[in-house]
């Protein structure tokens, strides 16, 4: 079984709103990760947190992680109608290890 | 810039056909994936490989098997393929210990 979740499946949201999406996972990891995928092309990486972190940045990305709850959220903010895409988290159980994807968030943003 | 290219991005073919996915990335990683990825089933990993001529079997490698014998270079291949295996394929490549993997743009393969 897949090892993240994300929650919603779909959002769609108004152009300068904030989006957010959230991870679960179900076994202890080294680190997690967010991609982001635009409509039929390749997954591109967005950010890395590591399991001893509990919240970082990047440009207009904030994504937190809760190891307790095994989970994780990504907060896209003043969001434009370029970040429409299906955001995927992915969980590794330790450094260098094979990731595991979820089934991803679409999110529209909407001009 | 890492660059992974997939040899096709679109691609028929027929049940029982022998199909070659090649997946090739410039920047020397050591680590290579082939994932496919279906709706509502996110992506699932079919093999990696850690280095030349080694193989890994992933979630789902029944029906396929994988080539590397070069590094930057890294197939897939469906022996005889069925309907159940139209999918996006996705390749993907990483240095070694690292866990940022960089993907390539896709191959949809349709099979009939």
């Known amino acids: 079984s897949q090892q993240g979740e994300e929650d919603p499946q779909a959002l769609s949201i108004q152009e300068g709103e904030n989006a957010t999406m959230n991870c679960s996972y179900k076994?202890?990891?080294?680190?997690l990760q967010w991609y982001r995928q635009n409509s039929g092309r390749g997954l591109v990486h967005l950010i890395l947190?590591?399991?001893?972190?509990r919240e970082k940045h990047s440009g207009r990305l904030r994504v937190t992680l809760d190891t307790s709850k095994k989970s994780s959220s990504l907060l896209i903010t003043a969001s434009r109608a370029a970040d429409t895409a299906s955001y995927f988290c992915?969980?590794?159980?330790?450094?260098?290890?094979?990731?595991?994807f979820g089934e991803g968030t679409q999110l529209t943003v909407n001009p | 810039d890492v660059k992974v290219t997939q040899s096709s991005r679109y691609l028929v073919k027929r049940t029982g056909e022998k199909v070659f996915l090649e997946c090739v990335q410039d920047?020397?990683?050591?680590?290579m994936f082939w994932y496919r990825q279906d709706p509502g089933l996110g992506l699932r990993l079919i093999y990696f490989?850690?280095?030349?001529?080694?193989?890994e079997k992933g979630d789902i490698p029944e029906g396929y098997s994988v080539s590397r014998e070069k590094k930057e270079r890294f197939s897939l291949i469906l022996e005889s393929a069925s309907t159940n295996q139209t999918s996006m394929y996705l390749c993907?490549?990483?240095?070694?210990?690292?866990?940022?993997?960089?993907f390539g743009p896709g191959t949809r393969l349709l099979v009939l």
């Open positions: 993907a490549s990483s240095p070694l210990r690292s866990e940022t993997q960089y």
């Open positions: 076994t202890s990891i080294n680190n």
């Open positions: 947190i590591r399991s001893n972190e």
């Open positions: 992915a969980t590794a159980l330790s450094s260098g290890s094979r990731l595991t």
């Open positions: 920047m020397d990683h050591e680590n």
């Open positions: 490989s850690y280095d030349v001529k080694m193989k």
